[in-house]
Each structure stands twice: as C-alpha cells, then as structure tokens.
C-alpha cells in the first residue's frame, strides 16, 4: 500500500535527517529551500488563512513540526497541535517548539483528539494517502474537530491533469530511491472537482490556490500542485 511505502520511507529519511544542525523544514524533504524561501512559501499560503494571532492550530501530518514553526513565528501566541505517524519526527517537534505533539496516523478512523480548532492544516500529506476514500475520510475527521466557523488548509496537493509531468520529473530526479525498489513509492493526485464536491456537499466555501504563483527555481514541480483553503 502506499501509505505503508511512504511510512518506510519518512522512518528512514527520520534517522538520516534529524540532526540539530539540520533546519526543521530540511528534514522533511524541502532541502531544497533555505529557511527564507521555506517562510516565503508558507507565508503565501497562511496569509490567505486571514490569522488574527491567537487561534488553536492543528497540523496534520506534521513530521517535524516545520509548518508550524513557520506560522509559529510570525504569530507568538497561536496554540499549536501536531500529529504524525513517524515517532522521531514528533521528537524533534516536542524539541523545537512549544505545543501538544503526539504519535497518529491520518488514516486512522479516530484520532486522540477531544479538541476542536480554529484552523486544521495539512501540507504535503494528501499525496500519501492511499485513495480517494481515505481522503475523504481523513476530511471527515478534519471537520469533526474544526470549530463551527474554523477554517481548512490543505496544501502541496499533486494536480492530476499534471500527473504525467510529475512523474516524468519524479523519475529524472530519481526521488526517494533510497536504494530499495519496495520504497519507490508514488504519489495519489487529485482532480480539483474532486475537492469541489466534497466542500459543496459540507455548504462552505472553498478558495483554490494554483502554484504557478509560487514557482521557486529550486523547486520546479511545485507548479504541478495546488493548495486550497476551505471556510
């Protein structure tokens, strides 16, 4: 199964990567980016979040707590949650910042949650999950801990109309190899209709937001993904 793939895969990138030296966002696979392009991304994407500065923010997905830290910094006094299913990324994150970080997995039925938050995140995630019905699943349980008026950020989605492009530059730069074909693992893309109609059935709002707009030469296939914002 591909979630299982890439669980192998982010455990091992875990004791390759996690070191003090190493800046949060590196560890998780955006080495790519210096620490000022990593919080020029992000901050593209939150600023459309419309934070006042004091919410309870919950990341799904947060391996070692890089998102956060990125919101984290600009807004002091936001309350923040984090889960993933790699223990030693949730180390580090219990490290580096101030907040509740626990062990879950995404796909799990029930998360160890009796919380409800402001603002629920997940970036880069999705393209792990195993089908479009765990996604939905894991929206469900998104909103089920969302407060009434709370808000949905889903980021760093792979665009199915660009699946071809995406795989064509995945296999150039021969990501993931790890020198193991049972870790090759691929990624689950999206029709943007798919979320469309999710978020029309739940009667919110949703704003897409098309990467061409944040297209960083060192990080060319960004521009095959969208991110969106559901309120």
Same mark, same amino acid.
């Given at each position: 199964?591909?979630? =299982? ?11 390759? +990567? ?7 966002h590196a560890m998780v696979g955006f080495d790519m980016l210096t620490r000022k392009q990593w919080d ?17 923010? !919950? ?18 006094? &936001? +309350?923040?949650?984090?889960? @993933? ?6 180390d580090v994150a219990k490290q580096k910042l101030i907040g509740r970080f626990f062990v879950q997995d ?5 998360? @160890? ?14 393209? #792990? ?10 929206? +469900? ?15 760093? &989605?792979?665009? =199915?109309?660009? +699946?071809? @492009?995406?795989?064509?530059?995945? %296999?150039?730069?021969?990501? #993931? ?18 979320? &469309?109609?999710?978020? %029309? @059935?739940?009667?919110?709002?949703? !704003? ?15 521009? #095959? %993904? ?6």
């Open positions: 199964m591909r979630s =299982k793939s890439w669980k192998k895969v982010w455990f091992i990138k875990s004791f390759l +990567e996690c070191s003090e030296k190493q800046p949060l020029k991304v992000i901050y593209f994407f939150i600023d459309k979040l419309e934070i006042k500065g004091r919410e309870s923010v !919950l990341e799904i997905g947060c391996g070692s707590g890089a998102f956060l830290d990125a919101v984290k910094r600009r807004y002091k006094k &936001i +309350e923040i949650t984090g889960f @993933d299913n790699c223990s030693n990324y949730i995404a796909s799990d039925n029930e998360w @160890d949650l009796d919380d409800t938050f402001d603002i629920i995140t997940s970036f880069s995630v999705f393209q #792990y999950l195993d089908s479009l019905y765990i996604a939905t699943q894991v929206m +469900e349980n998104m909103f089920k801990h969302l407060k009434k008026e709370g808000k949905v950020f889903i980021g760093d &989605i792979p665009n =199915k109309i660009f +699946e071809d @492009d995406d795989k064509e530059y995945r %296999r150039k730069e021969k990501k #993931y190899l790890l020198r193991s074909p049972e870790l090759n693992a691929d990624h689950l893309y999206y029709d943007k209709d798919f979320f &469309i109609t999710y978020v %029309r @059935d739940k009667g919110k709002r949703i !704003l897409i937001l098309d990467h061409e707009n944040v297209i960083n030469p060192i990080f060319p296939n960004i521009k #095959y %993904r969208y991110s969106l914002v559901i309120s």
